[in-house]
T-cell receptor, first 114, second 114 residues
Framework: DTEVTQTPKHLVMGMTNKKSLKCEQH?????MYWYKQKAKKPPELMFV???????INESVPSRFSPECPNSSLLNLHLHALQPEDSALYLC?????????????FGPGTRLTVL | GESVGLHLPTLSVQEGDNSIINCAYS??????FIWYKQESGKGPQFIID?????DKRQGQRVTVLLNKTVKHLSLQIAATQPGDSAVYFC?????????????FGQGTELSVKP
């Protein structure tokens, strides 16, 4: 089983709202990732968690706040977003963050910021 | 039909024909390569991977070829079907990369005509 689940599938929020995206995997993977993807563009890495510790932050604005409560769960807390933050947010996981580890993606959350 | 990746991002083929999607990679230190398929509204789906010690790898109806001399990767889809219509991304994972940061190509959109 290579399933990564994400909730919600769609989210519409105003610029003053606070919301959270959730990601879950039960493959025993110890690396989890958040990506942002604009239409017809490749995914852009935002954050990497390795063994529940934040290992990479790709200079993401502080209005995006990741959290890894345990090895199966990954959250992305959203606050005071801008309309240009509207995108597909993808979660991925891999066994570890090694150079030969396949990343498996979830279906994504389609975020619209009004 | 055949694409040249960055220079021809859209490939249109007739159902039943073979498709070739190309990808030029830049990093000679890349050790591991992955092809993803992304259908409209979904997350990237792992198709096939190849390690740098191989030239060719076959899956079900798909073949990946790696030419390290010219840093070129291709995905061949046999007997293309309407369900193969999607955007295809290649991704490379440099051997020095212990952080899990994949380098994605820009993608090629495959359109299959019935």
């Amino acid at each position: 089983d290579t399933e990564v689940t994400q909730t919600p599938k769609h989210l519409v929020m105003g610029m003053t709202n606070k919301k959270s995206l959730k990601c879950e995997q039960h493959m025993g993977h110890r690396a989890m990732y958040w990506y942002k993807q604009k239409a017809k563009k490749p995914p852009e890495l935002m954050f990497v968690y390795s063994y529940e510790k934040l290992s990479i932050n790709e200079s993401v604005p502080s209005r995006f706040s990741p959290e890894c409560p345990n090895s199966s769960l990954l959250n992305l807390h959203l606050h005071a977003l801008q309309p240009e933050d509207s995108a597909l947010y993808l979660c991925a996981s891999s066994q570890v963050t090694g150079a030969k580890d396949t990343q498996y993606f979830g279906p994504g959350t389609r975020l619209t910021v009004l | 039909g055949e694409s040249v990746g960055l220079h021809l991002p859209t490939l249109s083929v007739q159902e039943g024909d073979n498709s070739i999607i190309n990808c030029a990679y830049s990093n000679s230190a890349s050790d591991y390569f992955i092809w993803y398929k992304q259908e409209s509204g979904k997350g990237p789906q792992f198709i096939i991977d190849i390690r740098s010690n191989m030239d060719k790898r076959q899956g079900q109806r798909v073949t990946v070829l790696l030419n390290k001399t010219v840093k070129h990767l291709s995905l061949q889809i046999a007997a293309t079907q309407p369900g193969d219509s999607a955007v295809y991304f290649c991704a490379e994972n440099p051997v020095y990369n212990q952080g899990g940061k994949l380098i994605f190509g820009q993608g090629t959109e495959l359109s299959v005509k019935p």
